[in-house]
Structure formats: C-alpha cells, structure tokens
C-alpha cells in the first residue's frame, strides 16, 4: 500500500515483468500494453477503491451499460522521455479539464484531478521502464471511463470505473497524406457531441472512412453537417491550413474536438508573431487560393501523429494536390518545436512538460 499526495492506491505488482518481450526497435501503435493498469471505482456517488494491477482482462457482465448505450469516454495523451532520462507528461491538466468536460455531455461522473493526475504519475512511474526513449517516440497513455451497471434499461449508470492504461508507441512515420472532403457522412452537427471525445464518434466514422480509402483516399476531411461547405476536422485530428502566410483553423464550437495540439500549436504560432485566424474556412476559399497559388499548407493536428502533412485534397471528383514537405514549412518548425519542448531541447516557456519521473 502505498500514499500519494492524497489518495491510497492498493497496488497489486506483476509477479514478472513483461518487458522483455518488447522490440523497442520496431514498435506498433497500440497493441501492447505495460505491465499495469490503474482503475478507480464509482459507487454511491463518489470515487474510490483506487488500484494499480496488473494488465489483464478485466471480468464485465454481459448487461454492462456501457456495451449498450455508450456510456464511454476517452482521452489520449503521451508520457515522453528526455535526453536526461526524465519522464515527463505533455499538459495533462488540460486532459482532465477535457475528459470532465466529455464526462458532462455524456451524464457521466468528472474524475477529479487527484485520481486523475496522480493515477497517471503513480501507473507511469512503476512502468517507466516502458516510456521509449527514441525520437518521436512515446508511451501512450489512454484514460477511459465507462458506465458499469448490470442494466439494460436506457437510463445514465450509476457505477462507473476509470481505467488508465498505457502502450509504448514508436516515432509516428509523417507520411503525408491523401484526405477527401467528405460531403455526404457527417461526424458532428450543431446541438450534438463532435466535441466530446466519447467513443461512439469513433465507430461511427469508421464506414465514411473505409469507403474513402477503398478509393484511395488516407483520410476524411469532415465538413458541416448542413451545407458541407465548411472544413472541421481530419479524421482524428484538428485541420490547419496555411494561405497566403495565415494560419487558419476552424473555431471551436460544438462539432469541434478542442484538441490540445491544436492549441498548443496556435500558442507558438502567435508567440512567433504568425497571424492566426481561428473562424470558419470553406472549401471554396481552400479551392481558390489553391487556384491563384496561395496555399501553401493543410495539415492535421493531434496527439498521435502531432502533425501531419497534407499532400491532397479531394473534392467532386477532383484532387488537388499541395507543395511537398520542406523545411521552411510552419508545420515543420512546429512540429520540430513541439519534439524538441518533449525531449527538453527547448525551452518550456508555458510549462507545457510535467515531470513524474
Ligand atoms: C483527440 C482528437 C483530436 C486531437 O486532440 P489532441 O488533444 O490534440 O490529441 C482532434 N479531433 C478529434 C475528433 C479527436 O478525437
């Protein structure tokens, strides 16, 4: 048993570690997990019961509420290694806010910070071992809480559990991609939970997504649902584009995941004085600059990836295809920026890196 700042964790140790059966020379993004997890229990309204164990399946009934109505909602995030060795999570507060924030659209219990921040310290540093050391590379970190009732009726659970588990991830290969602006399927609309990051948004893009790639395509550009003029997301990731010198993104609002790389790349892009404009962007306009020659970048934001580079776009039956990767790129020298603030290279001017290790 031991004490964290003002929870108790009953931790249960693996009896031998796992670890040497991972080739951190060619790792895959999230099919192996470290050797523990982290889970909370709600009952009677409030947490506890706070346990580290080891990974395994976990024993759920068949009438489990969140198999059936999609009590279930989700954070991704990253535990990164410096050059000194250190361990360090990237703005994981703003991860709490936001899984809090999904919590409440989906009538779900927040988790307070105690269980959440302490949870991902006290499971990271016993399975530090795990975090990657190599550029670009990460130990995944996937927070979740799912509604545990043995009940089918509709209703919101009472029980929850909270889990956080973890998988060592290599350096995300930048490929560029090929996105076609998807004007038929919809990932989010006014009045709905495009914002939230709750896991039925995910299945339901799955379909539009397959159809997208059997003709060829990496990925969706999603647009709003009423005209499908505007642009709103990428897939899994916020949509920047760069015209004329302007970085633009589509404002936050309803159908838009605020994704922390999102904002993380708008602070350094206004802390180097790049004019930012945050507000609705058509494809039209995405059309016409790319007619006159004016745009110069279109890249997704998020988590997994940081950055991903843009190479075409198709629209009506029509790809448009985009000025190749090289250095100068504002995409690149964020990117670059961001990797090295994780590796300690850079200056940590907004307290972005969290240390636990
Ligand atoms: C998670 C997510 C993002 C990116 O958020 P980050 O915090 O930057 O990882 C963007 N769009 C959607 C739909 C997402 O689920």
Same mark, same amino acid.
């Given at each position: 048993?031991?004490? =964290? ?12 570690s /796992?670890?040497?059966?991972? &080739?951190? @020379? ?12 982290? !889970? !909370?229990? $709600? ?7 706070a ?6 399946? !976990?024993?759920?009934?068949?009438s ?9 909602? %989700?954070?991704?995030?990253k535990?990164?290694?410096? &050059?000194?060795? @250190?361990?360090?999570? +990237?703005?994981? %507060? ?10 409440d ?10 269980y +959440? ?11 530090k071992?795990?975090?990657?050391t190599? *550029?670009?590379? #990460?130990? $995944? ?7 545990? *009732? ?34 038929? +399927? ?27 790639q059997?003709?060829g $395509?990496?990925?969706i ?6 005209n499908? /003029? $505007? ?9 920047? %584009?760069v015209?004329? &010198? ?24 206004r &802390? ?25 970048? =279109?890249?997704?934001?998020?988590? =997994? ?5 843009i190479?075409?776009?198709? %629209?009506?039956?029509?790809?448009? !295809? ?8 504002? #995409? ?12 300690? /290279?850079?200056?940590?001017i ?5 240390k636990?290790?």
């Amino acid at each position: 048993m031991i004490t =964290a700042n003002t929870i108790e964790v009953k931790v249960q140790k693996i009896s031998k570690s /796992r670890i040497n059966e991972l &080739d951190f @020379e060619h790792l895959t993004f999230g099919k192996i997990f470290s050797d523990h997890l982290f !889970v !909370v229990d $709600y009952n009677n309204n409030q947490w506890g019961n706070a346990q580290q164990l080891p990974y395994g399946p !976990v024993p759920m009934s068949p009438s489990t509420s969140a198999l059936h109505y999609g009590q279930a909602i %989700f954070e991704g995030m990253k535990a990164y290694k410096n &050059d000194k060795g @250190e361990v360090s999570l +990237f703005r994981p %507060f703003d991860n709490n806010k936001r899984i809090n924030i999904s919590a409440d659209r989906m009538c779900m219990p927040g988790i307070p910070k105690e269980y +959440f921040i302490e949870g991902l310290k006290q499971l990271v540093h016993m399975d530090k071992d795990w975090v990657p050391t190599a *550029d670009g590379a #990460s130990l $995944y970190l996937r927070p979740f809480i799912i509604g545990t *009732d043995e009940f089918i009726g509709v209703k919101p659970s009472d029980t929850y559990k909270f889990y956080i588990i973890t998988s060592p991830g290599g350096a995300y290969y930048n490929k560029p991609v090929k996105v076609l602006v998807e004007t038929n +399927f919809i990932r989010a609309v006014e009045g709905g939970v495009g914002f939230v990051k709750a896991s039925g948004n995910y299945g339901r893009s799955l379909y539009p997504t397959k159809l997208a790639q059997q003709r060829g $395509y990496d990925q969706i550009i999603w647009t709003d649902a009423r005209n499908h /003029r $505007y642009l709103e997301e990428s897939g899994t990731m916020n949509l920047m %584009f760069v015209i004329d &010198d302007v970085l633009i993104t589509a404002p936050l609002g309803d159908t838009i995941l605020a994704g922390i790389t999102r904002d993380s790349v708008l602070t350094l892009a206004r &802390d180097w004085k790049v004019k930012v404009q945050e507000r609705k962007i058509s494809i039209d306009e995405v059309i016409d600059a790319h007619k006159n020659g004016t745009l110069q970048e =279109a890249f997704g934001t998020g988590t =997994a990836a940081t950055i991903a580079h843009i190479s075409t776009i198709g %629209f009506e039956g029509k790809d448009y !295809v985009l000025p190749g990767i090289e250095g100068q790129m504002f #995409s690149q020298r964020v990117a670059k920026e961001l990797e090295d603030i994780r590796k300690g /290279r850079a200056e940590d001017i907004h307290n972005w890196m969290y240390k636990i290790a």
